[in-house]
DNA sequence: TTAATAATTGCAATCGATTGCTATAATTAT
DNA sequence: ATAATTATAGCAATCGATTGCAATTATTAA
């Protein structure tokens, strides 16, 4: 069903039937209610590819999310794409799959899509496949980097400035008299080494100890193993510090079921203020990067972006800690 | 940038560029190099729109998931779309908002979208409005309903046998010499609704009391509040069933608080094995009701009805009972 | 050497909309 | 009653692709 069905059904030209359904002027108000009627009585709607295709603009923006179960790239592809729709926007909601060509690939698809923005959310978009594929395919329309930055100059970021939020954990263990502060590591992604960074430098400042268990399996049982191993290592470990919450959750699991205490032998701390973190059994102290508050910014900038093709913007957002039972 | 550009540059007509994007024969190999290097070096991507206008198939599924937070949802979204992209389909994700007037809402942007399927993902969506949307905009296409059912002639449906999940839960609680089983329920949804009946079923069969609390917040601390109320009013219950894990992770720790041994004094059994039932501490005992395969049914299905657009299908999978430190 | 056949490529219609311009009918002014 | 103006509605081109059919050229057969 088509426009000139609904124009020959009408008696009238599918031009008339798209200035109704575009309420355009100029229209005798019988025959508008005539056409407005023989639409519902047919149940049509207009095709938005073919309406796309004269309009030259899609009415979509892609979304593409470094892995959709992460609970925190989901909640913010949610609320951007709740204010999309809000404004008639149309989002496409893809996962980027694991390789860095897998993830250049679906910018691709979405550029084919002829998306009118494009956001990426995670920060393992940050690399050349992905910086490439987009200044090829995606040169002319705006992009929103969440957690990460391209050094191209239509693409906005909105990042945590982990670094610090790494330094701050580390200031705060050691205020509290630990001297053996370990960081833990599920894998390997530029957002990581950020924090790894920060504390390395804060440990450094300090002259203390490095524990660093460089990568395990991104799971409570990754983190239990973890810990497991790093006692092994270091049996004199007094604080840990966990690059994503659910490792604080198995590791806390792990320490309790050996017999240490928590806080007093050990301090955990966890990163992202994850739900895990706070039904966690004890409840995980936790750097918190605002994910919700980068998320806002995204969207913001995002709507700036839509309607004005050139706006730009790059945005850092400080964390800080939440302390809860572990600490 | 569109195929006659490319077809100017590499002087040839339109039809060519046609021919050599979609790898038709009769064209000299020398011909086809040159276009595609013309291609290449101007990083030009076919528009799908334009494509899917003559080819009457926009290669695009819509899901619609009643909350795109809820981990198994987006769980059973992630797998559908992984196989869809590889199948060389893009699929629209979207979260279908609150009210069954949005839910059809959604239906039909995806109906203008003119997806080649639809998934819908959670029970919320079995009411009248979204029926009648499907019914009215989406007659001619394939739907898939995970968790719930349509008396439509081309909606399939895969749904957990929720009823008997619940009966095999107070069934397992008496068996161990449970009398005084709750139930609490989060909110009024067909699934919850189907979980209820199924406890009431089984706890008339035995003669005893029934304890419900109907409904509370959906989270850790609502299932805490919930459980306080409960033994406010039932100070006796000596078993609990929750409607969903995340629940008895509250009401565990809530219990725990005020003294509760568990299992010894009270038993509690979650719903849906999720993440949370894992990490709990203790870890929760929990009724499957095997997510992961119904989505897995949900895409086959999904896959069938693609290929044979008359293809339907229902599929009912029983839970089964996962027991850990809470029973 | 000429006819027949095969290999390439282009023309033009089509998909389902939108829109500038023109044509006609209805009003109003003179 | 005629001219000028306004209100409606249709024609035809356009968006960016695809494809059946015709046209041209190259190749092989007779």
Chains 1, 2 share one sequence.
Do not use: W
């Not at 951007?80 to 989002?91: N, R, T, V």
């Not at 690939?105 to 490439?132: D, M, P």
């Amino acid at each position: 069903m088509t426009i000139y069905d609904i124009a020959k059904e009408a008696g009238v030209s599918a031009s008339t039937v798209s200035r109704v359904l575009n309420n355009r002027p100029g229209i005798n108000k019988e025959t508008r209610d005539k056409v407005l009627q023989i639409i519902d009585e047919n149940n049509f709607s207009v095709s938005e590819a073919a309406r796309g295709l004269v309009n030259k603009n899609t009415n979509m923006v892609g979304i593409l999310v470094s892995d959709i179960r992460n609970q925190h790239h989901i909640e913010g592809a949610y609320m951007i794409s709740q204010h999309l729709i809000e404004h008639g926007y149309c989002s496409i909601l893809m996962n980027a799959g694991e390789s860095n060509e897998s993830k250049a690939q679906y910018v691709k698809i979405l550029a084919s899509r002829r998306v009118n923005a494009l956001v990426l959310i995670g920060s393992t978009f940050q690399c050349a496949e992905v910086e490439n594929a987009i200044a090829m395919f995606m040169s002319k329309i705006p992009v929103i980097f969440q957690n990460g930055y391209f050094d191209l100059p239509h693409v906005s970021s909105v990042v945590a400035d982990e670094l610090f939020g790494t330094m701050e954990a580390v200031s705060y263990l050691y205020s509290h008299g630990r001297r053996k502060i370990a960081f833990i590591n599920n894998n390997d992604t530029p957002s990581n080494n950020k924090k790894i960074k920060g504390y390395k430098i804060a440990i450094e400042e300090r002259n203390l100890p490095e524990y660093i268990i460089p990568s395990c399996a991104d799971s409570a049982e990754g983190g239990a193993e973890a810990t497991e191993r790093l006692l092994a290592e270091h049996p004199d470990t007094d604080a840990i510090i966990y690059s994503v919450d659910i490792l604080g959750v198995g590791g806390s699991r792990y320490l309790l079921d050996i017999g240490k205490k928590i806080p007093g032998d050990i301090a955990l701390i966890g990163t992202d203020n994850s739900p895990y973190s706070k039904i966690s059994n004890p409840r995980l102290s936790t750097i918190d990067n605002k994910l919700g508050e980068l998320s806002k910014n995204c969207y913001e900038i995002l709507m700036k972006a839509i309607k004005d093709r050139n706006y730009v913007e790059h945005k850092v957002v400080l964390p800080s800690l939440v302390l809860r039972e572990t600490t």
